[in-house]
């Protein structure tokens, strides 16, 4: 449970509710639907990756967003290591993410060059698109030939 500390700062209830996982800081406090830290602080809820970034580096425009960087190794959402955070344009930051989910397919395949297939406006794995076609193929083989014996 998130301890509450009324007039402590920023970074003292970071260190009192987060834990390490690997390179990141994982919040343990509230978190948003998708995933988020979120804070109380000043008489609102703020997101706390941004507020931790903020609290260190100064307040940014509110046009910037701040990045969970996964070329320094975050994964997580709700990872508060100021050394994961960058403040990215909103632009950039949706790149970003397309970047890391669509590079791969759920199985780790590589979804580029002559991996990549494109069905109905969208990029598909080719090796798991041939893998699922071909089982699908013996299974309606293995139908029509118990169908024959009957």
Known sequence: MPRKLP????????????????DCLRWTGAKNPKGYGRMWFQ???????????????????????????HARGCRFRDCVNIEHLEPVTHAENIARMNEILWAKCTKGHPKTGDNQLIRGGSRVCRRCFNDRRNRRRAELRAERIQADGE
Do not use: C, W
């Not at 007039?7 to 690997?22: F, H, Q, R, W, Y």
């Not at 008489?43 to 970034?53: A, C, N």
């Open 43 to 69: 008489g609102r809820t703020h997101q706390l990756h941004r507020l931790v970034y903020e609290s260190v580096f100064g307040k940014l425009d509110a046009s910037m967003d701040v990045d969970h960087v």
């Open 7 to 22: 007039g402590a700062t920023i970074a003292e209830k970071v260190a009192l509710n987060s834990v390490p996982d690997g």
